[in-house]
């Protein structure tokens, strides 16, 4: 699985050239493209959201 950060660069490059090109049909595949990119990264979280240690209890009093 490709990482937020990754798809997010990868989308922004493909905007960067779709405003370069003159070619329109070329530019609205590229757009059409960072929008995938960016749909794909959406719901990735920014960071390791593991599994919290097994010892930790967040509902436990503090001192028990």
Same mark, same amino acid.
């Given at each position: ?5 990754? #798809?997010?660069?990868? /989308?922004?490059? !493909?905007?960067?050239? *779709?405003?370069?090109?003159? &070619?329109? %049909?070329?530019?609205? $595949? #590229?757009?059409?493209? /960072?929008?995938? !990119?960016?749909?794909? *990264?959406?719901?990735?979280? &920014?960071? %390791?959201?593991?599994? $919290? ?12």
């Amino acid at each position: 699985m490709l990482g937020k950060s990754y #798809l997010t660069k990868q /989308a922004s490059l !493909l905007l960067e050239f *779709a405003r370069t090109t003159s &070619d329109s %049909d070329l530019s609205a $595949k #590229l757009i059409s493209k /960072a929008a995938d !990119l960016k749909s794909q *990264a959406d719901p990735l979280p &920014d960071k %390791d959201q593991g599994p $919290k240690a097994p010892d930790v209890s967040p509902d436990a009093p503090a001192g028990s």
